[in-house]
C-alpha cells in the first residue's frame, strides 16, 4: 500500500530502537523525566490533585500502579497515569517545549502506570521505558510542526490535550510493543479523545488537561492492542474530512521518516525549558525583567520603596488568557504578568509561596497592581521562541528605569546546569519524600538504561 503519513508514523513508533537514541537525547530526556517526578511529587500536595485522587479511588477495582506521593496508596493503570498527570501539571510548574506545548506529564505517567500493569515475564527494562518516552515525545513534536498556527502561544486548544493524547498513545504503544497496524489504531482512537478549550485556563481543570491526555492515550493503545480500529489516515488531510486537522486552521502534514542514520529526533536539535517557578512559562520572561530593573531600582534608592514608582509599563505579547490585572485565585495567579511582576518587584523571587492566598491578596501588592499599565508592542509576538518582557518603572521623580529579558535562565537557549535542575528537583521531592528515598530517584534516573525492570521507579 502508499504510504501515507499516518502510516509512517505507526512505522516509526513499530520501528524505533534504543540505538537510534544519541546520547544528547538521552541524557535531555532524562533530564525531563526527573523533573516531571519532581513537579509530580509537589504537585501531590494540591487541593485539585486530592480532589482527582478522591474521584479515582472510587474506581480503582485493579489497583496495581503507584500514585506521586501517597505512599501505599495504588490505582488502576488508566487511574493512576490520570491522578499523576494532573499532579504534574496542578502547578503549572512541568516542562514546557516550542511548538508550544508540556511534553513530559502528558507520557511520563502512562509509562509508569504500564510498567507497573505489565506481568512480571514482560516488564520492560530501562532502556525499554526511555525509548517509549522519547516516541511519545517525537510524536508531539512533529505533530506540532505540521501547523504554523501551533507555533504561536495558543488561543483555542490547549496543546498538551491535543498532542499529548497521541504522544501517551504512543509511548505506550512502543512500551506493550505493539504491532505497526495497531500502532495506528492507537493513533486514530487517541485523536477521538483529544481536545480541551483553553477557556479553562487558569482553572483548577487545566490540570485535568494534562491527567486526561496521559491516561486517555493509554487507554487508546490498550484499546489497539485489544483489537480496537480507527480512521487509519487519522493524521493526513483529507479534503472534507477532518482528521487531526480538526484541532488547527493551519494544517499541512509530513510523512515522518524511519528511524536510523536519516532521522533525527527533534529533541537532538531543540531542548526542553524547565520553569524555575510553578507558572506559566510566559510569566518567565517578566519576572527575569522585574527581577533586573527592581536591583536598578535599589541601587538608585538604596531600597525596594513603592511609594516613589508612579507607574510600572509592562511591554508584553498579546495572550488574553494570561493577560490578568487582578487575579484573585492561585491559578489566576499564575497566568498574569501582572502578578508575577508585581511579586518578583515586591519579594525580589517568585516561588512556591508567591502564589498562596496570603501572598495574593497582600494589600501593598495590591497596590503596585493597580500602578500598572500594559502595552503590547507590534515586535513583541506570542511566541516562546521569539517573544520578550519587558518592566519599566516611571518614577514620580521623573526618571524611568527599564529591565528587559530576551531569554529567561531555564529556556531552551539557556538550559538549566545540572546543578539547578538537581536543586528544583530536590526541592519538589522533599515535600513527600525523605532524603533517602529523593537520592534514590536520582541515581535510577541518571542510570536508566542499566535498569533492568522499569517498574522500579
Known amino acids: 500500500p502508499e504510504e501515507t503519513v499516518t502510516s509512517s508514523f505507526a512505522s516509526f513508533i513499530h520501528a524505533a530502537r534504543p540505538e537510534h537514541l544519541s546520547q544528547t537525547v538521552r541524557q535531555r530526556s532524562k533530564r525531563m523525566i526527573l523533573d516531571s517526578i519532581g513537579v509530580g511529587l509537589v504537585g501531590s500536595t494540591t487541593r485539585v490533585f486530592d480532589i482527582a485522587l478522591r474521584y479515582c479511588r472510587l474506581y480503582s477495582s485493579v489497583a496495581v500502579s503507584s500514585v506521586y506521593g501517597k ?55 530501562g532502556l525499554d521505558f526511555l525509548l517509549a518516552f522519547n516516541v511519545g515525545l517525537e510524536v508531539q513534536g512533529r505533530l506540532m510542526h505540521f501547523s504554523t498556527e501551533a507555533h504561536d502561544i495558543p488561543k483555542r486548544f490547549h496543546p498538551p490535550s491535543v498532542v499529548g493524547t497521541l504522544g501517551s498513545a504512543a509511548a505506550t504503544a512502543k512500551l506493550l510493543s505493539l504491532s505497526s497496524a495497531q500502532c495506528c489504531h492507537a493513533l486514530g482512537i487517541a485523536a477521538s479523545l483529544a481536545g480541551a478549550p483553553m477557556a479553562n485556563a487558569a482553572t483548577q481543570a487545566k490540570p485535568l488537561h494534562v491527567g486526561n491526555a496521559t491516561r486517555l492515550g493509554l487507554e487508546a493503545a490498550l484499546l489497539a492492542a485489544r483489537g480496537m480500529e480507527a480512521n487509519p489516515l487519522i493524521l493526513d488531510d483529507i479534503p472534507g474530512c477532518s482528521g487531526f486537522s480538526a484541532f488547527y ?88 504578568f501582572q ?54 518603572l516611571l518614577l514620580h521623580s521623573g526618571d524611568v528605569l527599564t529591565g528587559k529579558c530576551d531569554t529567561f535562565y531555564g529556556h531552551w537557549r539557556k538550559p538549566l546546569s545540572k546543578e539547578s535542575l538537581l536543586k528544583k528537583f530536590r526541592s519538589n521531592a522533599s515535600y513527600v519524600l525523605p532524603e533517602e528515598k529523593i537520592e534514590a530517584i536520582i541515581t535510577l534516573v541518571d542510570n536508566l538504561e542499566n535498569l533492568s525492570d522499569s517498574s522500579q521507579l
Open 71 to 125: 505512599p501505599g496508596v495504588k490505582l488502576s493503570p488508566t487511574l493512576a497515569a490520570f491522578t499523576n498527570g494532573v499532579a504534574t501539571h496542578s502547578m503549572d510548574f512541568d516542562d514546557t517545549w516550542h511548538p508550544a506545548t508540556h511534553p513530559s506529564g502528558a507520557v511520563l505517567p502512562a509509562l509508569l502506570a504500564a510498567s507497573q500493569m505489565l506481568p512480571p515475564s514482560t516488564k520492560p527494562n
Open 249 to 336: 486552521g493551519v494544517y499541512q502534514p509530513k510523512p515522518l521518516s524511519a528511524p536510523g542514520e536519516h532521522h533525527e529526533f527533534l529533541l537532538e536539535k531543540q531542548d526542553i525549558a524547565f520553569k524555575r517557578f510553578p507558572a506559566h512559562l510566559g510569566m518567565h520572561w517578566v519576572v527575569d525583567a522585574a527581577l533586573s530593573v527592581r536591583n536598578l531600582f535599589i541601587n538608585y534608592a538604596g531600597s525596594f520603596s513603592p511609594s516613589l514608582i508612579r507607574s510600572i509599563v509592562l511591554k508584553i505579547p498579546v495572550s488574553k488568557y494570561i493577560n490578568r490585572p487582578f487575579p484573585s485565585s492561585e491559578h489566576q495567579a499564575r497566568h498574569s
Open 339 to 392: 502578578f508575577n511582576a508585581c511579586a518578583a518587584l515586591l519579594d525580589g523571587e517568585v516561588g512556591l509561596g508567591s502564589f498562596s492566598e496570603s501572598s495574593i491578596h497582600r494589600q501593598e501588592l495590591r497596590e503596585l497592581l493597580d500602578k500598572v499599565v500594559v502595552e503590547h508592542p507590534e515586535d513583541n509576538v506570542a511566541n516562546f521562541d521569539k517573544m520578550y518582557g519587558e518592566v519599566a
